[in-house]
């Protein structure tokens, strides 16, 4: 997408897209994480996913023989980067909470090799397919959504964990949710170890 924008913005506007991107994902992963305690890890993944596929097949339409349009493009990307964020934090959660202590090692370790496989094979297509078959790349992306979206809705229940605490939470108002939102992250916060870990982890990401 470096390449993208650049092509059709500049080189000073695609850098400020990207960044816009990355800070959006961040401030969007902190609220994930509240919110897929408040409604529920399932419908917070299921939501993320629903409008991960419409962002995606946005985007095909956006770039297809017969139709052109970075600038909405833009904007699907910045809906997949807060998509991503969501799942993210309710996968991990949910992740956690379905599994036992024994069994964690086996899980992550599955999870590092797939998503390192992923980003390398996927790399290797998008830079020999990007430039002449990036409508096509952007419709195997959209079945590849479309298929997580059915998988995630219809074989993937929520978690007993995160049912009760769904539960408790029901019938709190707005004020409550912001409240509860930054009490939650205050006494995150307080615990200066954890903060230079979360700190050390952005620097090596991004």
């Excluded at 994902?25 to 917070?44: Q, W």
Aim: proline fraction near 1%; aromatic fraction near 16%.
């Amino acid at each position: 997408m470096a390449i993208y924008y650049s092509a059709h913005f500049g080189v000073n506007t695609a850098g400020a897209f990207l960044l816009i991107n990355i800070m959006i994902g961040i401030v969007t992963s902190f609220l994930g994480g509240y919110l897929s305690d408040s409604y529920g890890r399932k419908r917070v993944i299921v939501l993320a996913e629903v409008l991960r596929f419409f962002a995606f097949f946005t985007m095909m339409v956006c770039n297809s023989p017969w139709f052109l349009s970075p600038t909405v493009t833009f904007y699907m990307m910045t809906i997949h980067s807060i998509c991503s964020a969501l799942s993210m934090v309710a996968t991990q959660a949910m992740l956690i909470e379905v599994s036992e202590p024994d069994e964690r090692k086996w899980m992550y370790s599955i999870m590092f090799w797939a998503s390192n496989l992923s980003i390398a094979i996927g790399s290797v297509l998008g830079g020999l397919l990007f430039k002449n078959y990036l409508f096509e790349l952007l419709i195997a992306l959209s079945a590849a959504s479309l298929v997580t979206c059915n998988l995630i809705i219809f074989f993937i229940k929520e978690s007993e964990e995160s049912f009760a605490v769904n539960q408790a939470n029901k019938g709190r108002n707005l004020k409550g949710h912001i409240i509860q939102l930054f009490t939650n992250y205050r006494n995150v916060f307080s615990d200066k170890v954890f903060m230079w870990y979360v700190f050390a982890g952005i620097l090596v990401i991004y």
